[in-house]
Every structure is written in C-alpha cells, then in structure tokens.
C-alpha cells in the first residue's frame, strides 16, 4: 500500500467555523507532513511531524493547528480561518528520500 | 535562501515530441532530486528522482539530466502524449536527516497538442 489518503476531498467553511482535515498512511513512515497549495502555485510547507512529534512549524498562523495521534494519522484543526487561507491542503508522508503526497482537501473559505 | 528556480513557466509541445524542463539550484547542500506530476484537482506524484551521484535516470519515457558541477537537472519526456500534459513541479531535499523537506521550483504547465 503505497497511498496516503485525505478526507474530505471538498470542505466549504465559514469564518467562525471549526472543521478538521485528516490524513492516514499504511506504509510505515514516520514522516508526515501539511502543506499548502495556492492555484498555479508549488507546495508550501506548513508542519512536519517526525516520529510523531512535530519537528517543523513554518511560522504558520495559530488558526491552524496540526495533531499527530498515532504514527499512521495527522490531523490539521481549523478555527477562525479567513477567506485567503482557501487552498488545496497536502498531506505526505516520507521513509528517508521518497515523499508521497495524498490527493488534497479543496478547502474554500467563505 | 536555498532556491530551486524552474524554466519553461509553459510549454507547448507536439504529440511525439520531446519536452525538456530544466532546474537549477544554488545551495550544494541538497542530496535528492524528485520531479513531481500534477494534475488539476489532484495532489503531486512523485514521477522520477535521482541522487547527486548519478548523472542520468531513465524510466520508460522519463530522463532526468543531472550536472553537478552546474547546479543544473532537467526532465526530458520523450514521445510526449496529450495525456502527459500537467503541470511538472523539480525539487531538492535539504540535506540531513530524514525529514526530507523539499523546496519546490515555482512549476512548468506542460501542453501536448495532439
């Protein structure tokens, strides 16, 4: 198995909203990672978590807040957020060199 | 600031074609180089990657060129097909340990015209 998957795929929300992205991976990784996707844009790293414990924050705003609860989930909690924070939000997860992404959550803030 | 900068923005090419995106880095601190494929909608896949310590990988269609000494790798696609046009994202991993945080060229939209 090598897939990372992503729920939900879509996710609409207003600015008061709480809403949480999830992320899992089978393959034993113990890398995972939340990136940030803008249209036309490459990925940009939010967190990466490194055996379970969050190893990188990339001075990324306190309305998003990640949450490792095992080795095989991350959880990305969402409060508050603002119109410009709509993107497509990457979950991945890396063993040494290779990283693998999941499909995205489309997220659009309202 | 460790930057991977990524040409062609675009690319339009014929069916059977070869297309060539090239990337460039300035920091030698980076020990891996993974291209991703991206569709619309969907999330990036990793396509092929080669280490500093070869210079050319070859998978199917695939090639990616690699010149150590000029800081410089490219993507070749050789008989490009309508179903190969996305967007093509190059990348390095930041040296050391395992995290393997990458830093992405801006991409190359990728047009094969049938």
């Not at chain 1, 034993?28 to 967190?47: I, S, T």
């Not at chain 1, 949450?67 to 924070?85: G, R």
């Not at chain 2, 923005?9 to 060539?20: E, M, N, P, R, W």
Request: proline share 7%.
């Amino acid at each position: 198995d090598t897939e990372v998957t992503q729920t939900p795929k879509h996710l609409v929300m207003g600015m008061t909203n709480k809403k949480s992205l999830k992320c899992e991976q089978h393959m034993g990784h113990r890398a995972m990672y939340w990136y940030k996707q803008k249209a036309k844009k490459p990925p940009e790293l939010m967190f990466v978590y490194s055996y379970e414990k969050l190893s990188i924050n990339e001075s990324v705003p306190s309305r998003f807040s990640p949450e490792c609860p095992n080795s095989s989930l991350l959880n990305l909690h969402l409060h508050a957020l603002q119109p410009e924070d709509s993107a497509l939000y990457l979950c991945a997860s890396s063993q040494e060199w290779v990283q693998f992404f999941g499909p995205g959550t489309r997220l659009t803030v309202l | 600031q460790q930057q991977v900068k990524q040409s062609p923005q675009s690319l339009i090419v014929q069916k059977g074609g070869i297309s060539i995106i090239n990337c460039a880095y300035e920091n030698t601190a980076f020990d891996y180089f993974p291209w991703y494929q991206q569709f619309p909608g969907k999330g990036p896949a990793l396509l092929i990657a080669i280490r500093p310590d070869v210079s050319e990988k070859k998978e199917g269609r695939f090639t990616i060129s690699f010149n150590k000494s000029a800081k410089q790798f490219s993507l070749h696609i050789m008989d490009s097909q309508p179903g190969d046009s996305a967007t093509y994202f190059c990348a390095a991993r930041g040296y050391g340990g395992s995290q393997g945080n990458l830093i992405f060229g801006k991409g190359t939209k990728l047009s094969v015209k049938p």
